[in-house]
């Protein structure tokens, strides 16, 4: 497109794009000369889900033919933080970790969700505000809870549920 809308969306993107291939990029020093680096080690594990949320700047507006919003830009780099953040997290915390499925929601927001057991985690990341629903088991009757994950222990607690 040539609208300064289009323009600004391709320059979010092509922004993200370099930040997600050069972000934890292989470079030698005195302290690894011949591994990598800590950022790149922590990046293989999720590379994959990594894929997934940049991907999602792909949908457009009524991706789902339901008028969804197209997912803001600034939501998908705040996924991007908040999930290799969790999952440094998970590490120095010796928890296993678990694969996200990565989608997008009809508000634009990027939607993490986790099953372990008859457990269910799903992560609402926006641009400002990250939300959680946590479901106890498989059927209607099930204990669901739900709130905003406003500090680090927070979702601390919520992965310490969800693999328990």
């Keep these: 497109g040539i609208s300064i809308t289009s323009k600004n969306l391709s320059e979010s993107l092509e922004s993200s794009m370099k930040e997600f291939f050069t972000f934890g990029e292989v470079k030698p020093s ?17 590379r994959e889900t990594l894929t997934k949320i940049h991907n999602l700047l792909s949908l457009s507006a009524n991706w789902n033919s339901y008028d969804a919003l197209p997912p803001d830009p600034n939501a998908v780099m705040h996924a991007k933080s908040w999930i290799m953040s969790l999952f440094q997290r998970v590490e120095d915390l010796r928890l296993p970790w678990i694969k996200p499925s990565v989608s997008a929601s009809p508000e634009g927001e990027v939607v993490f969700e986790w099953r372990h057991n008859k457990k269910k985690l799903t ?3 926006g641009e400002q505000n990250i939300d959680y629903v946590q479901v106890w088991g498989t059927d209607i009757h099930s204990k669901i809870t739900d709130g905003d994950i406003e500090a680090i222990s927070d979702r601390e607690l919520l992965w310490m549920w969800l693999v328990s």
Excluded: D
């Design 30 to 46: 005195r302290s690894f000369p011949l591994a990598t680096s800590p950022v790149s080690i922590l990046k293989e594990p999720l």
């Design 123 to 125: 992560i609402y990341v």
